[in-house]
């Protein structure tokens, strides 16, 4: 079975720091890694998706995050934080691409201060 | 073009009622799949629905159960509700043919049980 673990359920950075979102991941195959973002009141927005074509990975809002399986990790950074930033951010795992059903970790929360 | 929508987008029901969630799916999409997510946690994965058929499921009671419509939209029931069925429900759905089809989330229904 596959797991994720999200180092932090709370991070604050200040407005232009580096943002660093910590995901680790447990898969007995080859995963495919997604992060997320939630703002409050609404659903799931698709940042970026590990699909073994690259290991570093760039999604949208300038965010990017690299695969690396030596350490089973996907950690999500971005090199300027905005303050649109601020969201819940999650980190999924499936072994099927393609598959609906994804095991999700359990968020981190990114607060930005100005 | 409208993505997954959900009705109703709050609803408040006491213990041991019935709920039904509904969703249209984006356009397009065929594959639909449902998400509880409770407060402060992440998504998890509820059932799948593909051609009106019941694909994949999740570790939920069979309390928990759905239905998938011609035209893709769908529906998920909730039989005697308790306390901890209080959550975020998330409709998702995608194109199943196609290899670069991600999951679109719609906004979830709040659903309080008191």
């Known amino acids: 079975a596959q797991s994720v673990t999200q180092l932090g359920s709370h991070v604050s950075v200040s407005e232009g720091a580096l943002v660093l979102l910590r995901c680790n991941y447990s898969?007995?195959?080859?995963?495919?890694l997604f992060w997320y973002v939630q703002y409050p009141n609404q659903g799931l927005q698709l940042l970026l998706k590990y699909t073994s074509a690259a290991t570093l990975v760039k999604g949208i809002n300038g965010f990017e995050a690299e695969f690396k399986k030596s350490e089973t990790s996907f950690h999500l950074t971005k090199p300027s934080a905005h303050m649109s930033d601020a969201a819940e951010y999650f980190c999924?795992?499936?072994?099927?691409?393609?598959?609906?059903?994804?095991?999700f970790g359990q968020g981190t929360r990114l607060t930005i201060n100005p | 073009d409208a993505g997954v929508t959900q009705s109703p987008t709050h609803l408040i029901k006491t213990r041991g009622q019935q709920v039904t969630l509904r969703c249209s799916p984006k356009s397009g999409h065929d594959t639909v799949s449902w998400y509880q997510q409770a407060l402060g946690q992440g998504p998890q994965f509820i059932f799948q629905y593909y051609e009106e058929e019941e694909r994949q499921r999740g570790n939920f009671p069979d309390r928990f159960s759905g239905h998938q419509f011609p035209n893709y939209s769908s529906e998920l029931n909730v039989n005697a509700l308790l306390l901890g069925d209080s959550a975020l429900y998330l409709c998702?759905?995608?194109?199943?043919?196609?290899?670069?089809?991600?999951?679109?989330f719609g906004n979830g229904t709040r659903l309080t049980v008191t």
């Open positions: 898969s007995s195959v080859p995963p495919y």
């Open positions: 999924a795992v499936s072994v099927v691409w393609g598959a609906q059903k994804l095991v």
């Open positions: 998702a759905s995608r194109l199943t043919q196609g290899n670069d089809s991600p999951l679109h």
